[in-house]
């Protein structure tokens, strides 16, 4: 194996382990919508951009990707309460079968607002899919698919970040308290 980034405690969850992971979310998905023509994934930038790669990849039902941006986080990191739209889909999604492909879930604001949004735009169907939720209360939001199930640590790689940092790593990292406290 090689060195770790000297910002990283320790992996959490290998490359393969994610890999793996992403191939049975997608079994799941494609038996869930065995009867559906379309489907559109809509991927939550930045963060889940490198899994709704990989999870359109491996989906065998036919499927379209779009994107959005939101921001629920200041400049220092730190949580405010307030979630913004910063790039809309785009091409309505008004009587096709969505699902919201998002890095994490952790207080869950982010995922409520995308939920509450995207209903209001007349969906045939929405679902959420999130690749990591962290253990800790949050939000009730739906979760259709739950890719791991992580400790309440900031957490980094497969898209996640830290500053802009370390997103690339391909699994899942703590970071060392000291990095961001």
Sequence with gaps: MTDLHPDIKRILI???????????IAAEIDQ?????????LIGILKGAFIF???????????HSVD?????????????????????DLRKPITGQHVIVVEDILDT??????????????????LKTCTLFKKK???????????????PDVWVVGYGLDYADTHRTLPYIAELKKDVYS
């Design 14 to 24: 290998t490359e393969d382990q994610i890999q793996t992971r992403v191939a049975e």
């Design 32 to 40: 869930d919508y065995k009867q559906i023509d379309m489907v559109v």
């Design 108 to 125: 869950g604001h982010t995922m409520s607002y995308l939920y509450q949004t995207l209903q209001g735009r007349n969906p045939a169907s």
């Design 52 to 62: 709704t790669a990989d999870l359109s990849r491996k989906i065998v039902t036919p």
């Design 67 to 87: 994107f959005m941006s939101i921001s629920s986080y200041g400049d220092q990191a730190e949580f405010d309460g307030a979630v913004r739209l910063i790039m």
């Design 136 to 150: 800790r209360d949050s939000l009730d939001v739906p979760l259709d698919y739950v890719g791991f199930e992580i």
